[in-house]
């Protein structure tokens, strides 16, 4: 098990946009600063523009006191809206949190869930492709309760449809479902990289779950385990998945 050093930490104030609102995205970058990671550069912002000056905004729709819906809003050079897309409306607490833009000008968004639904109107059925969920590391909340855990998702640039996307969960003892949060995201040789906080027992490496090794509660931070990893882009493999101190 490898420790890794944190690097450079750049903190803005995160924030909750709802619909209709006019509100200016934030950053929040983050080095991990150890070799052989010293250059990966990981973000959390809620607004990206491409290389064709096309705006990508993240945010979440305050529906009742209990339950949100996310949505991605495209926006041209000019400002127009090309398209909007609330991807979960079911009875779960569900948000899109970040987003970044990859070189080929793909959106990729990190949404977050607190449990499962059988509902048309859940993330992995509303607003996606033909198996968008197919061959990936982990393709539905899995068993248990209701802790929020993270989805990666690439989008299609033209209509804001999710075309790939996994689940990623923590499990506990008994291996059901538990918290998982993704905190920041970004490129590294190709791959997805991004460091999360996990709640119970992580993942490790593997194109399905496999609790990291050699782990034990005293290597918590804060009451969390720190982690970073990377995935390859068609999302079905963990290939580093390293314990932060």
């Known amino acids: 098990m490898k420790n890794l050093s944190r690097g450079l930490l750049l903190i803005g104030y995160g924030f909750l946009i ?7 995205s934030v950053e929040n970058d983050t080095e991990i600063g150890n070799d052989p990671l010293e250059n990966v550069e990981l973000s ?8 064709d000056g096309n705006t ?6 305050q529906v009742s006191n209990i339950n949100q ?3 991605v809003r495209k926006k041209s050079a000019s400002g127009e809206s090309l398209w909007y897309v609330e991807h979960e409306k079911s009875e779960v607490d569900g948000r899109a949190l970040m987003v970044m833009v ?7 968004v990190v949404f977050s869930l607190v449990g499962g639904s059988n509902s048309a109107d859940y993330l992995t059925k509303r607003a996606i492709e033909n198996e968008a969920f197919a061959g990936v590391y982990q393709n539905s909340y899995g068993n248990g309760g209701g802790p929020k855990v993270s989805i990666l998702a690439k989008l299609n640039p033209n ?10 969960t923590a499990r506990k003892n008994d291996g059901k479902t538990n918290g998982f949060n993704i905190k920041s995201i970004g490129f590294n040789d190709g791959n997805i990289a991004f460091e999360a ?3 119970a027992w992580p993942p490790g490496k593997g194109k399905s779950y496999n609790r990291f090794p050699d782990i034990t509660d005293a290597d918590r931070v804060d009451g969390s385990f720190k982690m970073y ?8 493999e963990i290939t580093v998945a390293e314990l932060l101190k």
């Open 18 to 24: 709802l619909s209709c609102s006019n509100d200016e």
């Open 44 to 51: 959390s912002r809620q607004s990206v523009t491409d290389k």
């Open 56 to 61: 990508y905004e993240v945010g979440f729709n």
């Open 69 to 71: 819906d996310p949505f």
């Open 102 to 108: 990859d070189n080929n000008n793909v959106p990729w």
């Open 159 to 168: 209509s804001g449809a999710i075309s790939k996307a996994s689940f990623i």
């Open 197 to 199: 906080a996990s709640v």
């Open 229 to 236: 990893y990377e995935m390859n882009t068609d999302l079905s």
